[in-house]
């Protein structure tokens, strides 16, 4: 006898927003005077999320000061990658909660990548889902991070285990906030930027070697441009395919190696940027031994990530000396996202804007490390 069954039919579960705005300012006080301008209802039902770091901003510590004035919450989280934990996602919901806020609540992460990722994921939690903004003040949240919705945190000892697809409705854009990064974090999200152009943009890829010193100086004219540049090509991907079940996947070029890298140094260890510029040079030379691309693109990569002064080593320094370290590599890799059961997936290259994604086993993994 047959089962009786009964299909429900909807539509695709929204992700917190129909559209997002992307907003360019040239100075963090035009940014910050739009952004109290824009809202047109109770302010007590704003949210505020910063790291320790940003808060000593004086731009920032102004707006925040402009903001308790205003009786928004500020919730500061302690800096950096290994604070990117579900107990500080706990932290911003338990302070919302405290307050009584209601679901058209607004979260606002101010910040970089780490912030974002925790904040919006903390939204889209929210008494199942409340607005989101996102101030990104890292050029890594900007030109990656910060646009297309994903959210998240680290959990045991893997990157981004625990999270949603959950967009903001709004990103305000300013390369003014850059002036602030270090060294360290300005070379991460370049990173992304190399990146970007490598997929999506050859003119952006060529003012990259040729304007060397003006990118290493952060002129503004560039920064401005490029951001926006990475911002909109990312942002035209994600609406094709908000939740990377096809063509988003060509973003994570160098992340599956840089992912594992990340996670076998220990988190913060290895900028995440830094991180990606490495896995970059790998999927290269994977796409090189697979025969995907040429050796004259393949070296015109690695001259690039060199002329920032990116490591192109099969292994880097950070972990060298680790026992089996390319065998670690090969395992925290097994725990990657976009992995199907029993396969390893790689982002590889044929050429700049040619891209490919395929699964691949062991043994040419091992090649590269």
């Known amino acids: 006898m047959e089962n009786e069954s009964y299909t429900l039919n909807f539509k695709s579960v929204p992700h917190g927003t129909e559209t997002s705005k992307l907003i360019y300012f040239k100075k963090t006080k035009d940014l910050f005077e739009f952004f109290w301008s824009t809202f047109r209802r109770n302010y007590e039902e704003i949210i505020i999320v910063t790291d320790e770091k940003i808060a000593e901003l004086k731009n920032v510590k102004e707006f925040l000061e ?48 780490v912030i974002s990722d925790m904040c919006a994921l903390a939204s ?45 409705n709004t990103i305000y854009f300013c390369p003014e906030f850059l002036d602030s990064l270090s060294k360290k974090e300005y070379y991460s999200g370049l990173a992304e930027v190399i990146k970007t152009a490598m997929l999506y943009d050859k003119d952006l890829f060529e003012l990259l070697k040729s304007d060397t010193r003006k990118v ?35 973003l994570n070029l160098g992340h599956t190696f840089a992912h594992a890298l990340e996670s076998v140094a220990g988190f913060g260890v290895v ?37 920032y002064g990116y490591c192109t080593k099969a292994i880097p320094d950070e972990i060298k000396n680790l026992e089996d370290a390319g065998a670690r590599l090969i395992e925290a890799m097994k725990q990657d996202k976009k992995n199907e059961p029993g396969k390893i997936c790689f982002i590889l290259q044929k050429g700049l804007e040619d891209t490919v994604i395929i699964n691949v086993d062991e043994k040419q993994i091992k090649k590269v490390l």
């Open 66 to 113: 402009i903001s308790k004035e205003k009786h928004a919450e500020i919730v500061t989280i302690p800096t950096g990658e290994i604070n990117k934990t579900f107990d500080n996602v706990l932290v911003m919901l338990n302070r919302a909660l405290s307050k009584g806020f209601s679901r058209r609540c607004t979260f606002v992460a101010l910040g970089g990548g």
């Open 124 to 168: 889209s939690l929210y008494k199942r889902g409340a607005q989101l903004q996102i101030i990104p003040t890292t050029l890594l949240s900007m030109s990656d991070a910060a646009i297309g919705g994903k959210t998240g945190c680290d959990y045991g000892a893997y990157k981004n285990m625990l999270g949603t697809f959950y967009p903001a």
């Open 216 to 250: 290493k100086d952060r002129d503004e004219v560039i920064l401005y441009d490029a951001i926006k540049k990475c911002s909109i090509a990312k942002s035209r991907i994600v609406e094709q395919d908000i939740t990377e079940k096809d063509i988003r996947r060509q």
């Open 271 to 307: 900028p995440h940027g830094c991180a990606v510029a490495w896995g970059i040079g790998r999927a290269l030379e994977m796409s090189l031994n697979l025969g995907y691309c040429s050796k004259e693109y393949r070296d015109d990569v690695f001259e690039l990530l060199e002329l």
